[in-house]
Nanobody, 123 residues
Framework: QVQLVESGGGLVQAGGSLRLSCAAPGRTFSIYDMAWFRQAPGKEREFSAAISWSGGTTHYTDSVKGRFTISRDNAKNTVYLQMNSLKPEDTAVYYC????????????????WGQGTQVTVSS
């Protein structure tokens, strides 16, 4: 089973930036669609961004589009989430997820999950 490990979370001032990383050991990383979900306090886990196995296709939820960028480096078995212009409403635990095929915006489409990394944006 694939184990995903997120890192890069922390406390940042509104308007600042953070870069999250998700490491996935194994030779098969490059065939997985990858995504970032987030869960704010008292709320359900929600889709944030996704990237196809090749990196050729990306998708973002409207609330982060234009501010967040998802990317991947298959040589390093790592997916990134560059977060700019952060807002207090971005405060959440961010989870990395991997889909064996055609991961979309739904949590049930993903097979493997990390433990999450906390992002806190102060106002």
């Amino acid at each position: 089973q694939v184990q995903l490990v997120e890192s890069g979370g922390g406390l940042v001032q509104a308007g600042g930036s953070l870069r999250l990383s998700c490491a996935a050991p194994g030779r098969t990383f490059s065939i997985y669609d990858m995504a970032w979900f987030r869960q704010a306090p008292g709320k359900e886990r929600e889709f944030s961004a996704a990237i196809s196995w090749s990196g050729g296709t990306t998708h973002y939820t409207d609330s982060v589009k234009g501010r967040f960028t998802i990317s991947r480096d298959n040589a390093k078995n790592t997916v990134y989430l560059q977060m700019n212009s952060l807002k207090p409403e971005d405060t959440a635990v961010y989870y990395c997820a991997a889909s064996r095929r055609r991961g979309g915006t739904l949590i049930r489409e993903y097979d493997y999950w990390g433990q999450g990394t906390q992002v806190t944006v102060s106002s």
